[in-house]
């Protein structure tokens, strides 16, 4: 800061990767001795103000942090929520979601995910899964995918990792990966498959 008199504007991006700025206006008096002193609590001031305003607005972020990343949100219709580590999240188009994340949809909602290996997975309305643990080395294909399908309809095509590493749950079975997309309607308990080299299997499950 080497600034003697007169108005200027003090502007900074927010700490929390989101791009969004912050402006403060600061007018200086006449007195140079006055306004050195003015300026440094000024910036002691924005500092502090800068680190409780990133803590408290951003608690998702902080959560996230360490936590691997599955993939992104490609289609989001209506109201689609991410809770992770007991904090709840609006999800948007382009969102990353995360391991453990539990993902929601509303009564009228739908989202599709795209994960790191080019697994599709699409949620209708009132679902709910579970990502509970992705692992994943675009260098070998080598990786792993656990997810639990709790409720709702979801339909689930395979990515670049072998069939042996999805392991896909419902409150009826666990799914074994033959083909490369399935549809799952937990509430019907039913399942279909269809494969590269078939029209497709039908399966209701008792």
């Not at 290996?117 to 509970?132: K, N, Q, Y």
Request: with cysteine.
């Amino acid at each position: 800061w080497n600034v003697r008199r007169g108005l200027f504007v003090y502007e900074g991006e927010r700490g929390d990767g989101s791009g969004h700025r912050l402006q403060q206006t600061i007018r200086l008096a006449n007195d140079p001795s006055r306004n050195e002193t003015h300026v440094r609590q000024l910036t002691l001031f924005n500092v502090a103000f800068l680190t409780f305003f990133c803590a408290v607005v951003s608690p998702a972020a902080a959560v996230t942090r360490d936590i691997p990343v599955v993939g992104e949100a490609s289609t989001i219709v209506s109201l689609v929520t991410g809770t992770l580590g007991g904090e709840p999240r609006e999800i948007v188009i382009k969102d990353q979601v995360f391991s453990q994340e539990v993902i929601e949809t509303g009564p009228e909602a739908a989202a599709k995910l795209i994960f790191r290996d080019g697994s599709e997975f699409i949620m209708g309305a009132s679902s709910r899964v579970t990502l509970d643990r992705f692992v994943y080395d675009s260098e070998t294909g080598n990786g792993q995918l656990v997810m639990n399908m709790l409720s709702g309809v979801f339909e689930f095509a395979s990515g670049l990792m072998r069939p042996t590493s999805y392991d896909l749950r419902t409150p009826f079975a666990t799914l074994a990966i033959r083909g490369t997309r399935l549809v799952v309607d937990t509430e019907r308990q039913f399942v279909y498959v269809r494969s590269a080299n078939s029209s497709g299997v039908r399966s209701a499950v008792d």
